[in-house]
């Protein structure tokens, strides 16, 4: 059974430092997504990566993975209040499209 | 103009009553899912479809059925409502290529209160 372990659950920081999010999964695939919600929001995609050594930035946002190792980050840099959310990171398996249990990021003004 | 839609987006209803989601996607994909989300923000699927057929039908009570009648349809239907069915239900759609889906789009949830 895939499993996608996500950390740190919860992240409090200050607006300005950087911060990297991880996620782990336990079976092969070249899929893994990252989605943003925010409180009471629905779910949007912020990154898809679909190869090994793929590197995708937006704004102060940076996705990166390896298959090899099963790793996906989310790197923040110089974060600012707005990007205070829950983020999730996904793994895509045959038809499946599992999640992690989130990462709630809070940044202090 | 709406990718991935459900009605309604909220719903309160008594313990024991049936009652239904509907999920209509206009990207023209393959797949639709249905995941809930619990209080904790955990995400949970619990089903897919593809191509009108069931292909994952992940540990949930037989008291939650699925019903596609088309391709850009997915329907949820539950029975007997328990206070512990109360949680916000998503929709989502992807699109089959090679290797596996596509990332899922999401409609805006349905959040369901069971009293």
């Known amino acids: 059974e895939l499993k996608v372990e996500q950390n740190p659950l919860f992240l409090s920081m200050q607006e300005g430092k950087n911060y990297t999010i991880y996620c782990n999964y336990s079976t092969t695939s070249d899929r893994l997504y990252w989605y943003r919600q925010d409180p009471g929001k629905s779910l949007e995609s912020l990154f898809v990566l679909l190869s090994n050594g793929a590197v995708k930035q937006e704004g102060r946002l940076m996705a990166s993975l390896d298959t090899k190792a099963r790793l996906s980050t989310l790197h923040i840099t110089a974060a600012v209040h707005d990007l205070s959310a829950t983020y999730f990171c996904?793994?895509?398996?045959?038809?499946?499209?599992?999640f992690g249990k989130g990462t709630r990021l809070h940044i202090l003004p | 103009d709406t990718a991935v839609s459900q009605t309604p987006k909220y719903l309160v209803t008594q313990m024991g009553n049936d009652k239904s989601i509907k999920c209509e996607q206009n990207l023209g994909h393959d797949t639709m899912y249905w995941y809930k989300q619990d209080s904790k923000k955990f995400l949970k699927i619990m089903f897919s479809?593809?191509?009108?057929?069931?292909?994952i039908n992940e540990t949930v009570p037989n008291r939650f059925s699925p019903k596609s009648p088309d391709k850009a349809h997915l329907n949820l239907h539950i029975n007997s409502l328990e206070l512990g069915d109360s949680a916000v239900y998503f929709c989502?759609?992807?699109?089959?290529?090679?290797?596996?889906?596509?990332?899922?789009?999401f409609g805006q949830g349905t959040r369901l209160t069971v009293v």
């Open positions: 479809y593809n191509n009108k057929e069931l292909i």
């Open positions: 989502a759609s992807s699109q089959d290529e090679t290797g596996g889906a596509t990332e899922a789009f």
């Open positions: 996904a793994v895509g398996v045959d038809d499946k499209i599992i």
